[in-house]
């Protein structure tokens, strides 16, 4: 099975500052046809996780564009540019390339 | 608009079967994969398997294998997760959600195994 890191595992933000998680997996997930699947997560307070961005680096509908993703291969990186307070909860990167789908351990965002 | 909405919270005893529906509307299951995914309680995503509603196919995580069996009713719009020989820590909340990139996620079922 592929294995997933995030760091920090626990990320403190000042509203307005910039944010970013890595994600590292233990084998590339550049597919042949170019994709890297690498989905980013966010999992609010009492709330079932929902999608931010997919194939690395496409946001998902109705995602504000202060979220972006990149990287590539087996490296990864999700960026909030402006952090705001209803961004708190727990990030988790998913590789999708194979079964079984594996899930970072989560970065848990919080506001100073 | 698409919603996954699940079944309600349940408890069962230590070796005990639980079965979790999910119903979607706003489009038709055939569609695509769903996916299901736990979380126990404090700890992180897991994922379980996946069905293919249109073939009745399915894919299972290793670890939940000979104990997980994963239907579909298309003529509701209906899929289903079932876990057999439950045990203390199969108590999680369960999701379903659709697609490959898990674009729209059930609220989540609550089960709890004790005794």
């Known amino acids: 099975d592929i294995v997933m890191t995030q760091s920090p595992l626990s990320l403190p933000v000042t509203p307005g500052e910039p944010a970013s998680i890595s994600c590292r997996s233990s084998?590339?997930?550049?597919?042949?046809?170019?994709?890297?699947?690498l989905d980013w997560y966010l999992q609010k307070p009492g709330q079932p996780p929902q999608l931010l961005i997919y194939l690395g680096s496409s946001r998902a509908s109705g995602v504000p564009d202060r979220f972006s993703g990149s990287g590539s291969g087996t490296y990864f990186t999700l960026t909030i540019s402006r952090v705001e307070a209803e961004d708190v909860g727990v990030y988790y990167c998913m590789e999708a390339l194979q079964t079984p789908y594996i899930f970072g351990q989560g970065t848990k965002l919080e506001i100073k | 608009q698409v919603q996954l909405v699940q079944s309600g919270a349940d408890v069962k005893k230590p070796g005990a079967s639980v079965r979790v529906s999910c119903r979607a509307s706003?489009?038709?299951?055939?569609?695509?994969?769903l996916h299901w995914v736990r979380q126990a309680p404090g700890q992180g995503l897991e994922w379980m398997g996946w069905i293919n509603p249109n073939l009745g196919a399915t894919k299972y995580a290793d670890k939940f294998w000979g104990r997980v069996t994963m239907t579909s009713d298309t003529s509701i719009n209906t899929a289903y997760l079932q876990l057999d020989r439950l045990r203390s820590d199969d108590t999680a909340m369960y999701y379903c959600?659709?697609?490959?990139?898990?674009?729209?996620w059930g609220q989540g079922t609550p089960v709890t195994v004790s005794s």
């Open positions: 706003g489009y038709t299951l055939t569609g695509y994969y």
């Open positions: 084998e590339s997930l550049l597919q042949s046809n170019g994709f890297n699947y």
């Open positions: 959600a659709r697609n490959t990139h898990l674009d729209y």
